[in-house]
């Protein structure tokens, strides 16, 4: 099994390439797994830790200024700017309120791998994705309420309780298995880490666009407007504020850091689950092709951007700046 999870970590791009198209084939067999969801989520976040520099995690820890001021344009600042962009092209109602329910949401899980995979500041995301998924219980609701004037009936106690016992239990698995495995051993192992966040990722994939299937009906027309919209709000966003940080790096003559990358990578990429996960019936309905298809960029990121991320960070260091 090592030699395979190995291979699947130096390719793990590409595996995630297959995990849209198993997706996509497989629609059904996402009914069959969809309990392990909570799991997957617990797993992702342990083999990131692991994997994460804790030094580094505490380091940006120290800088609590700039985590907050990261998360209120993620969180904050972001909602209003889509919300204002959506109807100023006069969006159907159902892609208005879904790109600013995407746009409320925090960080992936996943961006933490996604970032080792793609050499950026994977410990900035982890800090970032663990205390937006923390705070969106008290964020969405109100943001969606002003907003949009959309009710979403969310136990804000219970999700803060839920969303804390995942990332502990995910904290204190990845401190077992350090302290167990060695730090050593895990560095020399980083292709195997990698190979089981992919994997991982793949069935993950297959579960999420399990909708799909309940879409078919909708037309291809309908499925590809839908689709051409969540490429350009993910990889728009990604590439608009990687654009911006490096204008500004270029500015002060300074280079484009693993931390930029870290950022861009986070605003396109967002746990849309989580809100999912507490609409209404009715609105989680008609949100269900959006939520499916905006997988498609999350996916194809890493074998897109990994070319451009190691032109921008040659000669980069990891250290914050």
């Given at each position: 099994m090592m030699p395979v999870l190995r291979t699947m970590g130096r390719q793990a791009p590409w595996v995630l390439v297959g995990g849209v198209v198993l997706g996509l084939m497989l629609p059904g067999l996402g009914n069959?797994?969809?309990?392990?969801?909570?799991?997957?989520?617990?797993?992702l976040l342990t083999v990131a830790?692991?994997?994460?520099?804790v030094p580094q995690v505490v380091l940006h820890l120290r800088r609590p200024f700039r985590l907050a001021a990261v998360l209120v344009v993620f969180m904050a600042a972001m909602p209003l700017f889509v919300h204002l962009l959506a109807g100023y092209f006069n969006l159907p109602p159902a892609l208005h309120t879904g790109l600013v329910l995407l746009a409320c949401a925090p960080p992936l899980s996943a961006n933490a791998s996604m970032a080792a995979f793609?050499?950026?500041?994977?410990?900035?995301?982890l800090n970032v994705?663990?205390?937006?998924?923390?705070?969106v219980p008290l964020s969405a609701p109100l943001l969606a309420a002003t907003l949009l004037e959309?009710?979403?009936?969310l136990d804000a106690g219970s999700m803060f309780i839920r969303l804390a016992i995942a990332t502990g239990l995910s904290l204190v698995a990845?401190?077992?298995?350090?302290?167990?495995i060695g730090r050593q051993r895990i560095e020399r192992n980083f292709d195997v880490l990698d190979g089981m966040s992919s994997?991982?990722?793949?069935?993950?994939?297959?579960v999420v666009m399990n909708g799909i299937a309940v879409t078919q009906t909708q037309g291809l027309p309908q499925i590809a407007g839908v689709l051409g919209l969540v490429l350009l709000a993910n990889w728009g966003a990604h590439a608009l504020s990687g654009l911006g940080l490096w204008i500004f790096r270029d500015l002060r003559q300074v280079s484009f850091t693993p931390q930029d990358g870290a950022i861009s990578l986070m605003v396109g990429n967002r746990n849309m689950a989580l809100i999912m996960a507490v609409l209404p019936a009715e609105l989680a309905g008609s949100l269900l092709l959006f939520f499916?298809?905006?997988?498609?960029?999350?996916?194809?990121?890493?074998?897109?951007?990994k070319p451009l991320y190691r032109r921008l960070l040659s000669g980069s260091s990891r250290s914050p700046s």
């Open positions: 069959i797994i969809g309990v392990m969801v909570p799991l997957l989520v617990v797993m830790m692991m994997r994460v520099d793609l050499g950026l500041d994977d410990a900035l995301v994705m663990v205390v937006g998924t923390l705070i959309t009710a979403i009936d990845a401190y077992v298995l350090r302290r167990s994997l991982l990722m793949v069935i993950f994939a297959i499916a298809l905006y997988q498609v960029p999350i996916y194809l990121t890493p074998v897109l951007a």
